[in-house]
């Protein structure tokens, strides 16, 4: 068996998560395809991290702050623009964002191609967000602005307030 072989296989050990491509939970919000390929379940809820694609065109969240984590992209593909404060950023494949807490940010894909960024959260708290967003648009919900912010307020998140 060649060690390319060995690696790819499942893990049996109980404390390894592997999650191959194509599997991890899907969340579709709009047109930003999400996939979740670590909720917290196996790192004690100290990080989660999310695969996402971002359509051409696609406005990301009002500008926010979250109050109990950092939040990293890593750009795989695309360009993403990052808005923080009163800052932008053209963020390419290769870059890495990080926000701290309390910092105001936002991106979009304003590009005639895809984007994709894998997310991280620390602690993971912010994940759940993202499959409330979900439930409400799968329960025929609209997602308002309101309802976009109450959802972020359960997740210690809410709007910028020089930018809400």
């Known amino acids: 068996m060649t060690e390319e072989a060995r690696t790819s296989e499942p893990q049996t050990d109980p404390a390894v998560s592997v999650v191959g491509p194509g599997d991890g939970e ?9 996939r979740v390929l670590e909720d917290g379940s196996h790192t004690g809820h100290r990080l989660a991290i999310a695969e996402s694609i971002l359509a051409p065109h696609t406005q ?12 990293g992209f890593y750009i795989l593909a695309g360009t ?7 800052k932008e950023y053209e ?3 290769g870059t890495l964002v990080m926000v701290p ?34 439930k409400m648009l799968a329960g025929g919900r609209p997602l308002t602005p309101l309802a976009n912010i109450d959802a972020m307020n359960r997740y210690a998140t809410g709007p910028a307030t020089e930018r809400a």
């Open 101 to 134: 807490p309390g910092t105001p940010h936002t991106f979009a894909n304003l590009t005639d191609h895809p984007a994709v960024m894998l997310s991280t959260f620390t602690p993971d708290l912010y994940v759940h967000y993202f499959r409330d967003l979900q």
């Open 60 to 71: 990301g969240p009002p500008q926010h702050r979250h109050a109990q984590h950092d939040e």
């Open 26 to 34: 899907t969340i579709v919000l709009g047109t930003t395809r999400m």
């Open 91 to 93: 963020a390419t494949a």
């Open 80 to 86: 993403v623009r990052f808005t923080v404060g009163d």
